[in-house]
């Protein structure tokens, strides 16, 4: 303010100081609730979790915060929620342990024993230390040796006596500083009480005025512990939701608020009894007079918790955003002479699957762009393509190309199909077309009237055996109910598939496959999907692979998705199981067999090779640009894409999605 008057004069500083203390400023920063929306960016919780939350400006007392994934943690079942609201405190008090780096018997002196010096107190209690509660009020060190710590001393003239006497005149290993005062008694006690080549950690509000002398003699190392630990105030971390990884930053703010919480759900720490008195918020104007109150004896230890009345969630159905739809049906260009083919991503899956498939099918291997080096070589050399590509992206705009493959990793599908259909090119995209609704929007945007083909790889509905099912149970129309399990087993955690930005995870990557199945067999659009799952515990990841969908056709049919990211790989990965009318059912065993049952009869076939139609879907993709008909409609390829981003989002939410109409 001095520097301010100085350059702008008296009068603007004096309306600056008005203007800031009329401005309202929302308050608190630990709280616990429960989820009742959340965003695409918030993996890892649904709808309904309880969570504890952290951070000024976000964990406000407020009946509805709006919390950043990385300042949340789950609460245990075990753990009550107005305990739960304290675990940011407790990760204040726990950051400030770490920073002393106390080992298992070591003396520590919590200097201060106001509610994070009591905590503190039973954390190191927890870690097997010597704890002693020093603090200026007899109750507050009386409260804390009646709940764990080992010693009280009330500071006074005789402190540093009886210290030396507890610790057979060595002294205090490491000193955790959790007052709170103007003066710069409490470290320099603290700085006193320690022993030679001891330590302190500040973690309260205390001014650092220390006399060099016993820092000096003693060669203390001292620290200041900044809140709840790495990754507070730094916006990549906490707003913008980017991990640090485990390896490096083993414990983060939020991997601190959840350690507090599982130390209470596993018994080793209590907090409830520092929870003083939980208030109505139409009594918070009692609650918080009663933190000021001028007799200090009036003044509750442990924390009044404020206490809101259940907010209701609204009860209409969550719709994805409004699809465009396509005008009406455009003639498709097609190709006259062999399609030639360029691809974007020379990888393993187009180099064993795709690419043959393309070869046999009599379209030429023109240009190849995309991928590494070595990839791309390899191509050109082993599979014959004529040439590179300069860049992936040429490979849209090349005039020696009618047909652009795309089969580089998920998050580039949506830009180099959207390029490719912009620049008149047929395209054939392996799945998913987009892991987000907007590149979904564009995509099919560019698609609608453009004349040309557009293809997704969605290769099981051309299978022999899911051809023959579906064939047999339409024989009788009406509605039906279907089954599809899928036993997808475990990826690593660090798999790319796993990461939102460039996988979208395994329901958008690999899901769809399955979402598109049963379109197929019903041969109804999709109007809704409700989905409901959990990540494995055994192989955390943010996105969940552990999940069921239920998805609601037009016709009143219903189809179930089971995706087990988990189990044992002896299980056959994919059965879909069919029940039709007029008494018809079928069932499929991972391509390798069927069974078609009317009424009282089966028959049964086996496949000694397992046909998931990727050659078939390759021959229709060409045979479509050439003018022979288009193998799946692109309504069918938007129902199919919309549906299962609506299948996510029904994750995020915890409730059924309406699917836009399309087409």
């Known amino acids: 303010m001095i520097d301010k008057a100085r350059t702008e004069g008296l009068k603007a500083t004096r309306a600056a100081v008005q203007n800031k203390l009329i401005e309202e400023t929302a308050v608190g920063y630990s709280s616990a609730g429960t989820i009742i929306e959340v965003g695409p960016e918030a993996v890892g919780f649904t709808v309904g979790d309880r969570v504890a939350c952290c951070g000024g400006g976000n964990a406000n007392h407020a009946e509805i915060c709006a919390m950043p994934r990385n300042q949340m943690a789950l609460v245990p079942e075990s ?14 008090a726990l950051h400030g342990v770490r920073l002393a780096e106390p ?39 009386d409260y804390a040796v009646s709940h764990g710590a080992d010693h009280g001393i009330v500071v006074g003239d005789s402190t540093k006596d009886e210290i030396r006497e507890l610790t057979n005149g060595h002294g205090i290993d490491r000193v955790v500083v959790t007052a709170a005062s103007g003066s710069p008694e409490p470290l320099v006690l603290g700085a006193e009480i320690a022993r030679d080549r001891g330590s302190m950690v500040l973690v309260g509000a205390v001014p650092i005025e220390i006399p060099r002398a016993p820092l000096y003699e003693k060669e203390i190392s001292f620290r200041v512990s900044r809140s709840y630990g790495p990754g507070r105030y730094d916006p990549d971390y906490e707003e913008r939701g980017n991990d640090y990884p485990i390896g490096y930053v083993r414990w983060t703010e939020q991997r601190n608020l959840e350690a507090v919480l ?16 939980v208030v109505p918020v139409d009594e918070a104007e009692r609650a918080y007079s009663r933190l000021v109150a001028d007799d200090h004896s009036e003044r509750p230890l442990g924390a009044i918790v404020l206490e809101y009345e259940d907010t209701e969630v609204p009860e209409e159905e969550p719709q994805l955003t409004q699809a465009v739809l396509p005008p009406e049906s455009t003639q498709v260009v097609p190709v006259t002479g062999p399609v030639r083919i360029g691809l974007i991503g ?15 099918s009599g379209a030429i291997l023109e240009v190849v762009g995309g991928g590494s080096g070595p990839s791309a070589e390899s191509a050109v050399r082993q599979k014959g393509f004529s040439r590179f590509a300069p860049s992936a992206a040429s490979v849209c705009q090349d005039e020696g190309v009618d047909a652009v493959v795309i089969a580089t990793r998920h998050d580039s599908h949506a830009e180099y199909a959207r390029s490719a259909l912009d620049s008149g090119k047929h395209v ?21 009237g453009s004349g040309r083909i557009l293809a997704v790889g969605f290769n099981r509905r051309f299978a022999p055996m899911v051809r023959q099912l579906q064939g047999h149970i339409r024989q009788v129309p009406g509605p039906i109910t279907a089954t599809f399990r899928v036993s997808a087993g475990l990826l690593p955690p660090d798999h790319w598939t796993h990461d939102i930005e460039i996988g979208g995870g395994r329901i958008v990557g690999e899901g769809c496959h399955f979402i598109d199945v049963l379109r197929f067999v019903v041969g109804e659009p999709i109007e809704s999907v409700y989905a409901a799952g959990h990540g494995h515990p055994e192989n955390p990841v943010k996105a ?27 299980v056959s990965k994919e059965r879909l199981e069919v029940f039709g009318n007029g008494g018809l059912s079928a069932i499929m065993d991972d391509y390798g067999s069927l069974e078609l049952y009317s009424g009282s009869q089966v028959k049964r076939s086996s496949a000694k090779t397992k046909d998931k139609g990727h050659a078939e879907e390759i021959a229709s993709f060409v045979a479509a640009v050439k003018g022979e008909g288009d193998p799946v409609p692109l309504e069918e390829i938007g129902n199919v894409s919309y549906a299962t981003l609506a299948a996510v989002r029904s994750l995020e939410t915890g409730r059924p999605v309406r699917v836009p109409p399309f087409g």
């Open 346 to 360: 020379p990888g393993s899956f187009a180099s064993r699957i795709l690419l043959p498939a393309f070869v046999d």
């Open 103 to 141: 080992e298992l018997g070591e003396r520590v002196a919590v200097i201060g024993s106001g509610l994070v010096g009591q905590i503190a107190c039973r954390l190191l209690r927890a870690q097997g230390a010597e704890v002693f509660a020093l603090d200026v009020d007899a109750g507050r060190v």
């Open 428 to 448: 054939f995209c392996e799945k998913p077309l987009a892991t987000d609704v907007a590149g979904l929007d564009s995509v099919m945007e560019a698609a609608s």
């Open 262 to 277: 599982d130390l209470q759900a596993r018994g080793l720490i209590n907090l409830d009894d520092l929870v003083d008195e």
């Open 79 to 92: 753990v009550p929620l107005a305990t739960a609201s304290l675990a940011t405190i407790g990760a204040i």
């Open 544 to 570: 969940k692979d552990r999940v069921s969908l239920t998805l609601s056709f037009a016709d009143g049919s219903s189809g179930q998705v089971t995706y087990a990211g988990q189990g044992s790989p002896k």
